[in-house]
């Protein structure tokens, strides 16, 4: 089955910088990226997904890259806030949805005002 | 619009106890699905539902665990008997087409089993 790794697990930065999460997946029948938010106590919220036929997709702060020869996704945030503080989760899948969502082990931002 | 609700938030049940977990998807939704996630590792697919009907239950550990969703809305899940690495958070979640549209996770059920 699908293997998907995240780097790092941990990810401090000040109020204002960049971040930036990588994921690598294993499956190249996979075509469907999402990236989950995790608050404390709270299920995961959809930040933003990306499908097999585009390279990148912006929304607003948030973006996410797509590499499919190399089998390897990014999650960028630019101009953190506090509120960006929490476990960010990627994912992949043959389809959309949770539909066999294969998660990585997850990336804990901490944004320091 | 409302949110994918369970019930109940936490549960800490002795190893060998059973214990139920429910859910209500979002009105309208069609698929539902179960995630553990133990502490420190992403959700696991245990189950999922189409309607009424199971689509997959290959990663769900027959032997303890089972998931009904009767009558095509809400859902829940059986352990029987807990084991102490069943504690975990057990996510519900939904989406509105199979295979083409988002999901919603709801808050989940932290079991601890001691």
């Known amino acids: 089955g699908e293997n998907v790794e995240q780097h790092p697990s941990t990810l401090s930065v000040q109020e204002g910088d960049s971040a930036v999460i990588k994921c690598t997946y294993s499956?190249?029948?996979?075509?469907?990226f999402p990236w989950y938010k995790q608050e404390l106590g709270k299920g995961p919220q959809l930040i933003i997904d990306?499908?097999?036929?585009?390279g990148e997709k912006k929304d607003q702060r948030i973006a996410v890259t797509l590499n499919k020869t190399a089998k390897h996704f990014s999650l960028h945030i630019t101009e953190t806030q506090p509120e960006d503080s929490a476990v960010y989760f990627c994912?992949?899948?043959?389809?959309?949805?949770?539909?066999?969502?294969?998660f990585g082990t997850g990336t804990r931002l901490t944004v320091i005002p | 619009e409302a949110g994918v609700a369970q019930s109940p938030r936490y549960k800490i049940i002795e190893k060998r106890q059973s214990v139920a977990f429910w859910c209500n998807p979002i009105?309208?939704?069609?698929?539902l699905y179960w995630y553990q996630q133990i502490l420190g590792q992403g959700p696991k697919l245990l189950i999922q539902?189409?309607?009424?009907?199971?689509?997959?239950d290959s990663q769900l550990p027959k032997d303890r665990f089972s998931a009904e969703r009767l009558k095509g809305v809400d859902s829940t899940l059986k352990i029987q008997p807990a084991k102490l690495e069943d504690s975990a958070v057990y996510l519900c979640?939904?989406?509105?087409?199979?295979?083409?549209?988002?999901?919603?996770f709801g808050q989940g059920t932290r079991l601890t089993v001691v």
């Open positions: 979640a939904s989406s509105l087409v199979f295979g083409r549209t988002e999901a919603f």
């Open positions: 990306i499908r097999s036929n585009v």
């Open positions: 539902f189409q309607n009424n009907g199971v689509v997959d």
């Open positions: 994912a992949a899948s043959i389809q959309t949805g949770a539909n066999n969502l294969f």
């Open positions: 499956d190249s029948a996979s075509n469907y």
């Open positions: 009105s309208g939704h069609a698929t």
